[in-house]
């Protein structure tokens, strides 16, 4: 079955306790990315990777590092997690066709007290 | 920044009725993307258009595209229950990156 998996689904932290959110897609996708989303803003982009080793900027990148190092993982990594990094967290994975659609894994919410 | 923009932010009808829900955005897009959530749950996709088409219907789903005016609609036809999510418009553009708007809050009342 096609899919995208995240892990842990649940954690609650404290400030400044480094963490990472693992996330592995089974479909061989070229790109995969990261999202937040807080209510009344949608899904926001972290961070996103075309290709193995290749890793750009989304739109709230500060705060957050990732990388790329197979083909099938992209894991999440706050080094030094602060309250407002409390949020939803969705990975996404797709090829690179132009017609090619976006799966989702299952979300991670994190609370950072 | 956010490209797509979803309007309205919430609506609510009663089962049977139409749902239309509209997006705009601001730069060239290879395609445009409907997405679905459930409270707290992973994002669903439901239907993609691409640049060159107007329309595409999937089942009770009906997606235009305007390119001129940088809009799409959704529309969801003799709604149920079951609808009752939120909606997101993505838009894909030239470089591969997706942008999503906040969604619009869809009701369908029993």
């Known amino acids: 079955e096609a899919q995208v998996t995240q892990n842990p689904r649940y954690l609650i932290t404290v400030t400044g306790k480094k963490l990472t959110v693992t996330c592995s897609q089974n479909?061989?996708?070229?790109?995969m990315s990261w999202y937040r989303q807080d209510p009344g803003l949608g899904l926001r982009q972290i961070y996103y990777?075309?290709?193995?080793?290749?890793?750009d900027k989304g739109d709230v990148p500060e705060g957050y590092k990732v990388s790329r190092k197979e083909k099938r993982n992209f894991p999440l990594i706050l080094e030094s997690p602060s309250p407002n990094q409390t949020s939803l967290y969705f990975c996404?994975?797709?090829?690179?066709?132009?017609?090619?659609?976006?799966?989702f894994g299952p979300g991670t919410r994190l609370t950072v007290l | 920044s956010q490209q797509g923009e979803e309007d309205p932010q919430a609506l609510s009808i009663q089962e049977g009725e139409n749902a239309t829900m509209n997006c705009s955005y601001k730069?060239?897009?290879?395609?445009l993307q409907w997405y679905r959530q459930n409270s707290g749950r992973g994002l669903v996709h439901l239907i993609l258009?691409?640049?060159?088409?107007r329309e595409k219907h999937s089942g009770r789903l009906r997606v235009t595209l305007d390119t001129s005016k940088k809009s799409s609609s959704l529309l969801i036809t003799a709604s149920r229950a079951a609808d009752t999510a939120s909606y997101f418009c993505?838009?894909?553009?030239?470089?591969?990156?997706?942008?999503f708007g906040a969604g619009t809050r869809l009701t369908v009342k029993p």
């Open positions: 996404a994975s797709r090829g690179l066709g132009y017609t090619d659609t976006q799966y």
């Open positions: 479909m061989n996708h070229e790109y």
């Open positions: 258009i691409r640049s060159n088409e």
């Open positions: 990777s075309m290709n193995v080793e290749v890793t």
């Open positions: 730069t060239s897009i290879n395609n």
């Open positions: 993505a838009t894909d553009a030239y470089n591969n990156d997706m942008r």
